[in-house]
Structure formats: C-alpha cells, structure tokens
C-alpha cells in the first residue's frame, strides 16, 4: 500500500508563479523526500528532510514537514518551463530498507 | 561518472518465457533497490538489498527474485512473467539505505504479451 498521497494530482501554472505540492503519509516516518521526474525517466533526488526537521531550502525549492499532521508540502518559487515534471515525494518508516512512494503530482509551467 | 545503468531500456516479451532486467551501480553504494511504476499507482518497492548477499521484500515481491552476489549488481529476474508484471521498472541505489538519497537509473520498459 502506498505511504504518501500527493495533492493535488495535476497543477498548471504560468512561468514565474509559485507551485505547492502536499504530501500526506499515514504512519510515522524516520524521512521524508522529493523526487522529480521528467517524462518517464529516471527519477532525480530533491530534497531530504528527516522526521525532527521542520523546513529546508535548496535553490528556489522549499520543504516543510508537519509530524503532527503527518504533511509535508513543497514549495517550487519563480516556476519555469523547465520545471514541468512530475514530483513525488517518499518516505521511509526507518532508515533501513523500505522506501515508499506516492502517485505523484504532475505539473505542468506554460511560457 | 557516477551511476545507475540499467539494461535493457525495452524489453517485450512473452508469457512465461524467464528474463533479466540487469542492474550496475558505479557509486560503491551498500544499497540497491528495484521499483515498478505503474499509471496512478507511483512507484512500488519490489526488493531491496542493504549489502552483498542482504535481500529484502517490498511491497510487491510476488513474481520476481533477486541476487546481491556483487556490491555494484542487483539484477531483476522474472522466471515466468505475467502480462500483469507489463511495466516501467527502476533501480535506484544509494549510500546508507532508505534514509539517504536514491541515484535511479533510466529505467526499463517491459512488455508481456
């Protein structure tokens, strides 16, 4: 069963709006990150954010992590056409071996 | 350069007929994992390995097996596939397990007719 659930499924935005994307997990975590994903291809590491953080920057991404909601959200600033991509996040009860992810959020930025 | 190389990136085949999907890291990672993406559902953990001869089940094991003879391969072997194992696999690796960042490959697309 999946751990993370994204909201919202698909996003469009116009080149230099900001984009947000939720996640929401159902059981404790050790950490929590971002992936993209460009039209099938391999995935590409985002962000990693562990269960006693709260928030961390790299670039224009912003990731923040609410243990008492169980949500993490990003937060993509000034889009650009080359952030049309798919993004999930995962999580990882430990450290150990399992890594689970969600559906996804697809977005979409128009020139 | 560092990474995850998959082989091979298409593959079609039939029922029943045993296959490989190979996997090499160049990274001297610990930790190799296979995922399949299917429409809607994301990515499912299949098996993952923390070291040499160190394998473990995911989410969805049924259906295939997995070897960790080398520390750089993590071959994905299907004895006798099912049109319900048509999918988008991955290998992903990494330093120190599940709780550090995951290098994936490109990616095989696998058809069973």
């Known amino acids: 069963s999946q751990q993370g659930e994204e909201d919202p499924q698909a996003l469009s935005i116009q080149e230099g709006e900001n984009a947000t994307m939720n996640c929401s997990y159902k059981?404790?975590?050790?950490?929590l990150q971002w992936y993209r994903q460009n039209s099938g291809r391999g995935l590409v590491h985002l962000i990693l954010i562990r269960s006693n953080e709260r928030e961390k920057h790299s670039g224009r991404l912003r990731v923040t992590l609410d243990t008492s909601k169980k949500s993490s959200s990003l937060l993509i600033t000034a889009s650009r056409a080359a952030d049309t991509a798919s993004y999930f996040c995962?999580?990882?009860?430990?450290?150990?071996?399992?890594?689970?992810f969600g559906a996804g959020t697809q977005v979409v930025v128009t020139p | 350069e560092a990474q995850v190389t998959q082989n091979p990136r298409y593959l079609i085949t039939v029922t029943g007929k045993k296959l490989t999907v190979t996997c090499s890291q160049n990274?001297?990672?610990?930790?190799m994992s296979w995922y399949r993406q299917d429409p809607g559902l994301g990515l499912r953990q299949i098996y993952y390995?923390?070291?040499?001869?160190?394998?473990d089940k995911g989410d969805v094991p049924e259906g295939y097996k997995v070897s960790r003879k080398e520390k750089r391969n993590f071959p994905l072997i299907l004895e006798s596939p099912s049109p319900n194992q048509t999918s988008l696999y991955f290998c992903?690796?990494?330093?120190?397990?599940?709780?550090?960042?995951?290098?994936f490959g490109n990616g095989t697309r696998l058809t069973v007719t």
């Open positions: 059981t404790s975590i050790n950490n």
């Open positions: 992903a690796s990494s330093f120190l397990g599940a709780g550090s960042p995951l290098h």
């Open positions: 990274m001297n990672h610990e930790y």
């Open positions: 390995s923390m070291n040499v001869e160190v394998t």
């Open positions: 995962a999580t990882g009860s430990d450290s150990w071996g399992k890594l689970q």
